[in-house]
């Protein structure tokens, strides 16, 4: 059971990226999948019997959303509100409530809160606040009623991987981030209001920072890319114990009561409608018929459910270091693709291989000159002294740019030398 179910980025009028050439299959599927995790967030806060479904992140742009995406919107909402479950938007900005009530009609059962203007509800006799923090210089909500609360909720959320890329999730001390989990945690601490000891701490993302102790992490409701902590979920947090019983006008009747473990009650709920998967392949030789084999074989032992999410795949081959065969992989990737696809049924096993390339995980350690023993002035001399930096930018304390980044780059040198 989930009294608050919590959902994050559903940016219902973005739909995500579908894949080059894919099937008609795949294509319907990618395409409805941030409306399709939404709707089943609504679902499970139907089934939980959710006093409220909290919607933070992007939910639909007023500027971009279309009749249709505004009319489903509505209905799911007013859904809810037949089921005594309210639909609360956490927004930054006060103007973007205004748009989405005028988009909407002003439905049943639809709150907000923004980052001065927390909300109160009556969940099961609990009085339960959520607020919203949102960037340095946002002001510390007080509490919206007079009534000592018994629950405060503050959730916080970032933009990170909102472009879909492994370089927009700068959340390791750029000056230009409105909020981080640090941040927040250190705000949250200092804080007379939201140190209250029935306060709890959210962090939304799509990001794969860790967030500090005492600290619960939300992710989006469906991933965009592979390089997402998460393939998407929502979040239910139970603060009823409803089978505890409790005395009224003389009787005894079980009526819903505190939860004591309230703050371990936070469960993942999967949502998502696509996943990203990375295979690993080893195949240091051969060419493109022996290379889809060994893919089919690897993609034969993770065939996901036929009613499961469809899963793209990207195959990773590793190549033990050999810059030559990384050369050869890339050149032979759409003759494999196109054989391995040949033998792929969408509708039955719910993938789509995405990618053949080699993997850019690999250590470039073997390539040193410790390891190597290579002579000046030779191209392997070349490719210890980079593979010597890569393995100094991976030791740093605070290095220029991420381990897997300098490891992707030293070996796209190291193929572009190859090649020439």
Known sequence: MADVLFAFDPALDRPVPVPDAAPPEVVAAVSRAAVDAFDAT??????????????????????????????????????????????VVMTDDPADAAELVRMLGEPAGLRFVTPLAPLVLDVGGLDVELALAHGRGSAEPAAASGAPLHRRIVVGHDTSFWQSERWDDR???????????????????????????GTFLIWASRGQHAVPPGMYRLPALQARSQHEAGAGSCCGLTLLDRVAPRARDGATEPIAAPYADWRSSWRDIPTHRVAWRTLAIDSPAG????????????????????????EIITCSIACGTSVARRVRVAEIAAETLARVRQLCDAKTFRIWCRDVVADAGESLAPLGHTRSGSRPGTTTSFSSALADIVAGLEQAPSPAIPAELAREAGWLALELVEST
Do not use: K, M, N, Y
């Open 42 to 87: 609504v679902e499970a806060a139907r089934i939980a019997g959710s006093h409220a479904l909290v919607l933070c992140g992007r939910v639909l742009d007023p500027r971009r959303g279309s009749p249709a995406q505004a009319a489903h919107l509505r209905r799911q909402i007013t859904a809810l509100a037949a089921d005594d479950c309210c639909t």
């Open 171 to 197: 959340q390791h001390g750029q000056a230009d981030v409105p909020l981080s989990p640090a941040a927040f945690a250190a705000a949250a601490a200092a804080s007379p209001v939201w140190s209250h000891p």
């Open 287 to 310: 060419g493109d018929e022996e290379l889809a084999a060994a893919i089919w074989s690897g993609l034969e032992a993770v065939t996901p459910a036929a009613h499961g999410p469809l």
